[in-house]
Nanobody
């Protein structure tokens, strides 16, 4: 099993920045892909960004390209999501997810493990 714990959410004004962290524990050797998803009230969970654990490949949703950056620290088993120039429409609960194989980054049903989520609120 793999456990994922997110942190770093909070309240920020539009144009501000936040960095989310996702710490993985347990059988982390099983992780091949790490992703970030978000879910706003009344909406479905949507893909934000993902990366292979090795860092060889990464992908972003069109809505965050150029503003968000996914990175990882393999020594700490931690993945980060740097979010810059935040907008009110970025307000959501952000979830970290891990997959134990090659997956289509945006296919949330292909991820095996999920964190509990962290709230990000962007005020206008």
């Amino acid at each position: 099993q793999v456990q994922l714990v997110e942190s770093g959410g909070g309240l920020v004004q539009a144009g501000g920045s936040l960095r989310l962290s996702c710490a993985a524990s347990g059988r982390t050797f099983r992780i091949y892909t790490m992703g970030w998803f978000r879910q706003a009230p009344g909406k479905e969970r949507e893909f934000v960004a993902a990366s292979t654990w090795s860092g060889s490949s990464a992908g972003y949703a069109a809505s965050v390209t150029g503003r968000f950056t996914i990175s990882r620290d393999n020594a700490k088993n931690t993945v980060y999501l740097q979010m810059n120039n935040l907008k009110p429409e970025d307000t959501a609960v952000y979830y970290c997810a891990a997959a134990s194989r090659i997956v289509v980054f945006s296919a949330l049903h292909e991820y095996d493990y999920w964190g509990q989520g962290t709230q990000v609120t962007v005020s206008s």
